[in-house]
């Protein structure tokens, strides 16, 4: 507790001054000194906290050490399920949907121009049960086309013969007229057919090519 005392001053009024009593002065000593501790801890604990989530600039002052900084703004790498892996093609569908197809082995060269022909001569025509070619890469043998669906497990054999050719009316003849070269696209309901490299576009005239998977085994 402590004391109050009060004197009347000239005016009237009321001079009061409180006089803390020495039990409660070294209590409250005692509580400044933990508030101060603790508002310590919490200032190291937001430093530490702040190395940790934000990151760091290094400037390097010795032109020798730049040659070892790292990448400022790193690529992540692409997120790739792979389909298809075997002598003659690497297929893999990126994270947004988009199918990769690198040629590789027996023929490479030309069964890759052939599937580009072949799909820019469908989108020409107007086919809209195949690939749309998006990109092309001679130097790497690659392509990349839109997605048409999932690889379907079972199509009776008069269907399958059915569904190949509904593409001679677009003026292509798949020539590898196999189950694993038919998919399925939810969004429509729709077969679709795929790997055109040894497809034979009919209306090629004197410059018509044609190549069977036999020739390029």
Known sequence: MGV??????????????????????????????????????MASLYIFLMGIFIPRQVTYLDPALATNRPPRNPTPPSLMHEMKDTARALVRISFDGRVHKTFRGHMAKERFENEVRVLKHLEEKGCPFVPRLLESDPEQLKIVTTNCGTRVDQVNSERLKELFAELEPFGVRHEDRELRNITYRTSDGRFCIIDFEFATILDGGANAVSLKPSAAQ
């Open 4 to 41: 109050c005392s009060s004197d009347w001053d000239t005016e009237g009024g009321v001079n009061s001054e409180f006089h803390p009593h020495p039990a409660n002065e070294k209590l409250g000593s005692r509580f400044s000194t933990k508030r101060a501790r603790g508002n310590q801890k």
